[in-house]
Each structure stands twice: as C-alpha cells, then as structure tokens.
C-alpha cells in the first residue's frame, strides 16, 4: 500500500439551513450545529501547505454516506460529523462505514462514539474500574413523572442521556433543589428531548477540563483547564450549559469563562490527568478526547463526562490546551492524520493472509 500522501477527506454534518432562532428549543440546536463549520474551516487552514489532496465534503443522513465513501478516492476520513437527521445516535456509525469501504478515520470508532454518547453506559464503565462519578437515575425516554424511589441527593442536574454540547441544559431550569423544582425541571427537559434523561447529583466545587491527544500510541495529557466561576454573574448558578458553550456574550466581557493553564498545584494537576487517562483507557478512547470533571469541598474528583471527538473549532476546549502546551494546531491535525494512517496500514496487514 502507498503511505506517501494518502488524499484526506474531511466528513462534516451539514448544519440545518434555517436561521438561527433566540429561544428556539435545542433539539434543533442550530448553535452548536453551526460550529461545525468553525471546525472544518480549522482544519483546512491547518492542511493548507500539507502534501496530499484534501477536500472536504458535507453529510446530513447515514444514507449520504455509502455513495459518498465509494466514489470518494481518499483513503484518510478526518470526521468531523457530530449529528445526522437519521436519529441522534446515528452519527456513531461513521467510523464502522468508512471501516467498510475501506477507509481509515480520525477520532474515535464506533464502539467508543455509542459508549461515551451514552452518559448512563459511560458512568456503568468508569464505575465498573473504580472511577468516581456522580450519583444518577436514568429515566428512559418519554417518562416525565418523578420515580418513587432511586433519586439521588438534592439538589438534581436533570440533563438529556444522549446528547453532546451541553445541549438541552439550562443553568437556571435544569437545576433542582426541591421536589417542586425537580418537577419543574423535568418538564423543561422534556420540552428540550423526548429521548431518556439523567436525574444527577449535582457536585457544587470547581469543575476542570482535561484534554488529551494520542500521539505514536501514547496518550497524552494536556494542560489542565478550569471553568473560572468567578466571572459568572451572582444570579447564574455555576454550570456551564448550552448558552455558555454556544452563545457569546452569556458570561458579559467573555468569550468562554476558561483559565488554561489552571492555576492549580502540581499535585492536582497530576491527579486530574491521570484520572483522565484512566477514563479513556476505560471507554476504548483514541486520538483525542476532553474529559470534565468535578472536585467537592473534600477534594474527591467525579467524572462528569467522556467527550470522544470533542470540538476542534478555535475557541473550544482542545484548541486552547494545545495552545497552552505550545503544539500548533497544524501538528496537532497531521498527528491526527498518521495515526489514521497507521490503523489503515495495520488493518490491511490483518485481511492479507500470512504469507501471501
């Protein structure tokens, strides 16, 4: 197989043409759909003095995929697809497509896509090897009455199970601190998704972002970044929802409430980086992945969410610890591309038959 310069496609979901609408309930979130495009733009202007060909082409159903991938000359797939119209899960397959028709993709596979989307399966994961996270009940879909029993402590994060960007939590209606605002909660949550939620404990603390990239099979760690609270307005509780993501201007004077490198000892630092790649390790990550977490009052650290493939857009999380560990984006981007390169390499060596 030539490994010289393997064209690169970079797959992004199309976002939804119509305007972006104040108020508009978040199963559309057009926001965060939008940004897609930051991402793709990144990229490109990363792979704009690279040797091989690089294209990119848009997506919004797993149907568009099979034509795509078969006419489509290159062997690397940067994906960049977050959601497709199919269903809100539907974009995990990517990977196992581009598998099929014989391409190699960035990111993570689809066993590690489904399983990190999937906040309930991922806590039964990061459980299952001795990895705090916060206690939760899962409500399955289309059930918005509050269960006998089975609630965790007050106060209560009531957040959709199957969904990316913080999307469909609201800092001021998401948050429960009695049984009549848990009510109140839910039906907010149910106006956002009729898909399953999560009822969680809510651990008030500082909150840390941890993000990590592969790089010649290692993982590694990057700075360790801290949403700074302090900026928040006294009104706002301390989480960080959809409009914080998404929306400039929540937090006045600020595009994201983030210190990175957090002002943290080294001891901590330590310590939130090496959970991080424990919770990788458990959940089959690869290439890149953010990894958020909590501290209580004691210190104790709880996992609050895996995010395989997280935004690559320049503002976001990721970027900003690669810019705090002095790697350019550009490097970051083209060690995407040879680990892909090299699952490819590898993959062909497995269906040649020994000693053909």
């Known amino acids: 197989m030539d490994r010289r310069s393997p064209g690169v496609l970079i797959l992004y979901n199309k976002p939804d043409p119509s305007p ?8 559309t979130a057009l926001e965060s759909e939008q ?35 078969a006419r489509a000359p290159e062997r690397i797939v940067i994906n960049l697809v977050e959601s497709l119209t199919d269903s809100p899960t539907a974009f995990n397959f990517v990977p196992a497509l581009c598998d099929a028709f014989g391409k ?3 990111g993570g596979d689809s066993d590690a896509l489904s399983l990190t989307l999937d906040k309930a399966l991922t806590k039964s994961r990061l459980q299952a090897v001795g990895l705090r996270v916060p206690p939760a009940l899962y409500l399955p879909a289309g059930v918005s009455e509050i269960p ?3 609630l965790p402590p007050f106060p209560i994060l009531v957040k959709p199970a199957t969904a990316a960007g913080s999307e469909g939590v609201d800092a001021h209606r998401s948050l429960a601190r009695s049984p009549s605002e848990l009510r109140r909660a839910l039906r907010f949550a149910r106006s956002q998704t009729h898909g399953p939620l999560l009822l969680e404990r809510f651990i008030a603390g500082r909150e840390f ?11 590694i760690p990057l700075p360790v970044s801290e949403v700074d609270f302090s900026l928040f307005p006294p009104d706002r509780p301390p989480i960080v929802d959809y409009a914080v993501k998404w929306r400039p201007g929540t937090i006045p004077g600020h595009l994201s409430p ?9 001891s901590l630092a330590c310590r939130l980086q090496q959970t991080a790649v ?54 970051f981007v083209l060690g995407l591309i040879e680990n892909a390169k090299h699952r490819l390499v590898e993959s062909v060596r497995r269906r040649v038959p020994h000693g053909a």
């Open 209 to 219: 972002n941890i993000s990590l990239i592969e790089q010649e099979g290692r993982i």
């Open 35 to 69: 940004g897609v495009l930051k991402e793709v733009q990144a990229v490109r202007q990363a792979l704009r003095d690279s040797p091989c060909s690089v294209r990119a082409s848009g997506v919004r159903s797993l149907r568009d995929l099979p034509p795509l991938l």
């Open 104 to 106: 190699s993709c960035t």
């Open 278 to 331: 424990q919770a990788w390790r458990a959940c089959g990550c690869r290439d890149y992945v953010r990894v958020d977490m909590r501290m209580d009052r004691q210190g104790r650290l709880y996992i609050l969410d895996v995010n395989q493939n997280p935004d690559l857009s320049p503002l976001a999380g990721l970027p900003a610890a690669l810019r705090a560990a002095h790697i350019p984006f550009t490097s």
């Open 148 to 150: 006998a029993s089975g």
């Open 20 to 27: 972006i609408q104040e108020g508009r309930p978040s199963p």
């Open 258 to 266: 983030r210190r990175c490198p957090a002002r943290i000892p080294d």
